[in-house]
Structure formats: structure tokens, C-alpha cells
């Protein structure tokens, strides 16, 4: 199921519906785009009648495939904010309230400990050579449904609270060395660049299901379009010179003479996944003399050196560098922009970081 969650993601994952499409000013979540995916998926290749074959109710109100778009995303609430109401009534309608743990399986909005996590922690540790201290076979041994306030959720043993930061430690790990390295964002902000430079181009259109020529950052609203733009479908032809400009910039990434960061200060935003918020303090426990029954543990509980905090800003500045400079003329002014950068964070209250 979770797989289904992945389904709306451009070329090149969170980069393209993350920084290309806010620079397009574009808005559209991935999630979303999943759902359209997963109904484009099941009327292009009849999905219906092998889902039917399994038992799933497909027809009528079609509540299974209600559940699993329910699953990718959480239906929004209609009520206002401020209404008292809001967090008592069962929003969903795939499932009835008594399954309500079904719902923190693979997108766990309310602690972020779900199998998409686990998932990619296992993933991108393996491939980045980075132990994974996180063991999630042992967190599914622990694992109990227990009542809460009159629902059910999935709850893990009091002895595993402090483990259980493991999650989070590993994601925030990742993060801070692989994710937001300074190298990997300067290739995204090039790739950025270059996107947009080629957005509009009439090679790059992308015919729709109603037979439009969509720009790249239109083609997540059409899911047929949408098939056909993949990472390796960027090639830029010599002959067209208007394409110049895009195609030096991919040739730099490729010589690895890429953007320069200048500056770094602290206050890219690193977090446990839930901005400030400790995830574990929503998460429920159980404990082995009342296994029924889950409920919070205090932080205190855990572990005593837990920070405050669960979040780490850093803002980076980068240069361009035109490759027509010569290296005396890059070292000058990357000196100049330091001064500057130095100068800005000092008049506004972030502590410069000396290892660029």
C-alpha cells in the first residue's frame, strides 16, 4: 500500500514537486497527486476486476478504494479551526472508527512512525553506507492495538519509548548529511534552473489526455501526461541554440563545477519530520501490567539529555560563478560575498558557521 503513496512524485522525487514547483509557483502535493495516480492507474489497466477478484468492494460506494486513498492521505476537515468539534468527529469514511489504527500504518499523520518511513530509513542508509540504528522488526514485535480515549491505536511497549527517538535521530541523520548536504543542494538549485529555462520550450511539452501540449510544471494536473515525465527525458538537443543556456548548466553539474556556497548560518531547516514538535510526546505506550490500554509518556520518562528543541534552521547563501571569471577573479569575489554574508547575519542574530 505504501508503495501507492510514491506514485505522485515527478522526476527526481521531493525535488521536483518541492523547489521546481515552488519556483514555478506551482502548488500541488504529492499526495494529491498519488490519489489521481492511483484512479488513472485503475481505469487505464482495468484494476477494478483483478481488486474484485481479491474481495475488495470496488463498486457501489467503493469503500476499499476509498480506504486507500484515505491511507495516502488524510481527508480534510471541513469545520473552521477554531470548532470545538473538529478533533472529536471521525473524519474518515473508508473505514468505521473501531479500525481507526488501520489508519497509522502507512502514513502516520499524528507521530510520523509509520512502514513509509521505515521504508526509506532502510533504503537510504543501505545506499549511503550509514548504519541504521533503528530496528523496525523489533518495533513490530512491540507493537500492540490498544484503546485510547475510546479509540484504537497502535501502541508500543513503555520500555521502547527511548528507541523509538531512533527514528527520528536516524531521519534527522540523513538529513543533515546526505539530504541537505551543501553539495546535493547545489546540484538541485542547478537542475532548478535549468527546468525552468526549459519550462515553456516546445520540445519539452508534454501532450495531455485531451490532446494539449502541457509545460513540465503543468503536467502533474493531467496523470497521462504525467507518465510520460521521467528524469531521463531531458535531453538537450545541440542544434537548438535557445536551449544554450539550460544545456551549460547541466554540463557544469556533469563536470561538477557547480554553485558555491558562500555563506552558512545557523537558525535549511533540520527536524524530526514534525517541525518543533517532539513526535514521541503523541505518541502511546502500553505497559506489560495493563496491555490493553495506551497512553503518553512524559519525556522525562525517557531520557534526561533530550533537547528542547526538535528542530535546527541554517540558512546558506550561493553564487552562481559564471565560468568566463578566471580563478583569481572567483577568489575575489567570493571573499567580497563573505564579507557581505557575514556582515548580514551579524546585523541580524545568526551565528555564522566557519566550515563551508
Known sequence: ???????????????????????????????????????????????????????????????DLVFIEEMIEKPQDKKPQNDPRKSQKWPYKGREEKKSFLYEIVSNKKTGI????????????????????????????????CDVNGRKHICSRDKESA????????????????????????VEIMLKD???????????KIKS??????????ANGDMEA?????????????????????????????KRDLYRCVGQAKDVTLDYGMENVDPISKAYFYRK???????????????SVLPDWFSDEMLRVYWKNPKELTD???KTKEEKFKKVFNDWCKKNGYKVLLYL
Open 114 to 145: 509509520d512502514v513509509d518511513k521505515f521504508d526509506y530509513l532502510a533504503r537510504d542508509c543501505h545506499h549511503l553506507g550509514i548504519p541504521n540504528s533503528f530496528d523496525h522488526q523489533r518495533f513490530v514485535m512491540f507493537a500492540r492495538v
Open 226 to 254: 504525467y507518465t510520460k515525465l521521467t528524469g531521463s527525458g531531458f535531453n538537450l538537443k545541440e542544434k537548438e541554440q535557445d536551449l544554450e543556456q539550460a544545456r551549460e548548466i547541466l554540463k557544469r553539474v556533469m
Open 289 to 303: 501490567d495493563n496491555p490493553d490500554k495506551g497512553e503518553p509518556i512524559p519525556k522525562s520518562d525517557v531520557f
Open 1 to 63: 500500500m505504501f508503495i501507492l503513496s510514491y506514485k505522485g512524485h515527478g522526476p527526481f522525487s521531493h525535488f521536483f514537486d518541492g523547489m521546481f514547483m515552488d519556483a514555478i509557483k506551482r502548488d500541488k502535493k504529492h499526495e494529491k497527486a498519488s490519489i489521481e495516480m492511483f484512479k488513472h492507474l485503475l481505469d487505464q489497466n482495468g484494476l477494478k476486476e483483478v481488486m474484485k477478484k481479491y474481495g475488495l468492494k470496488v463498486d457501489e460506494d467503493g469503500t
Open 194 to 204: 535549468a527546468l525552468i529555462l526549459v519550462d515553456d520550450h516546445p520540445d519539452f
Open 163 to 186: 528507541n523509538l527517538y531512533d527514528i527520528f535521530q536516524q531521519r534527522l541523520s540523513i538529513h543533515r548529511r546526505a539530504c541537505q548536504h551543501k553539495i546535493k543542494m547545489a
Open 328 to 330: 583569481e577573479q572567483i
Open 209 to 218: 489526455s485531451k490532446g494539449e501540449m502541457l509545460h513540465i510544471s503543468r
